[in-house]
Structures are given as C-alpha cells and as structure tokens.
C-alpha cells in the first residue's frame, strides 16, 4: 500500500515511510492530498480528532 500511496503522491515509498514513521514531517501539500483520497479530515490524519468523515470542503479545494 506505501507504494501505490507514494507513487500518488509522486514521491519514493522510503519518503513516504519515512512520513509515516513520524521521522520526517509530511508536506501540507502531501497532507491535503491524503485527506482527499482517503476522503478524511487532515486533522484526523494528524491525530486531532477521532472524527473519519472529513469537514465540507471549501469550493477552492475541491
């Protein structure tokens, strides 16, 4: 799955480990991205809240 992930996000799977192993801070780009695709919240991503179901999104964003 990393590397199906990584290759979204046009990076290596070893950066992309290395986001998720909490060595290196993921880009807010990459972040945007993710809560996209897995259709969530970056605040869930990070942690924030237990919510799943991601905020509406702003017409900019979409």
């Not at 996000?9 to 909490?22: M, V």
């Amino acid at each position: 799955m990393q590397k199906q992930v990584a290759e979204m996000l046009s990076i290596a799977q070893r950066t992309y480990s290395s986001y998720e192993n909490g060595n290196h801070d993921i880009p807010t780009h990459a972040l945007i991205t993710l809560a996209k695709y897995y259709n969530t919240s970056v605040d869930y991503l990070l942690g924030l809240t237990d919510e799943v179901l991601p905020y509406p999104r702003s017409k900019s964003h979409r």
